[in-house]
């Protein structure tokens, strides 16, 4: 079974930092975009940042300059770096991929289940 599992969520400051892990498992053939989404309460999902296999990446706009994508493709992990953060980063952050596994051979687009972001004094 493929999944995604995100990890380093929690409360933080503004003006503070975390830092989000997502690790894909399963019987994985291969991996190709990566991404972040986040969804604050009653709003809708949005695109945080994409990383494609080669390392190439985009970011909406709000999050540029302060948060950083990256990627470990041995460990088949995805990072977000976030800096500066506002009350306005506040949302669940959800984990994105395109992968393939050994028993479909085909690509599908997976969802990790989320990991809470609460920025607050």
């Known amino acids: 079974q493929v999944q995604l599992v995100e990890s380093g969520g929690g409360l933080v400051q503004p003006g503070g930092s975390l830092r989000l892990s997502c690790v894909a498992s399963?019987?994985?053939?291969?991996?190709?975009?990566m991404a972040w989404y986040r969804q604050a309460p009653g709003k809708r999902r949005e695109l945080v940042a994409r990383?494609?296999?080669?390392?190439?990446?985009n970011y909406a706009d709000s999050e540029k300059g302060r948060f950083t994508i990256s990627r470990d493709n041995a460990d088949k992990t995805v990072y977000l770096q976030m800096n500066s953060l506002k009350p306005e980063d506040t949302a669940i952050y959800y984990c994105?991929?395109?992968?393939?596994?050994?028993?479909?051979?085909?690509?599908?687009?997976?969802w990790g289940q989320g990991t809470q972001v609460t920025v607050s004094s």
């Open positions: 994105n991929a395109d992968m393939m596994s050994t028993v479909t051979r085909t690509w599908y687009n997976y």
């Open positions: 399963g019987t994985i053939v291969a991996i190709n975009n």
């Open positions: 990383i494609g296999h080669d390392g190439r990446s």
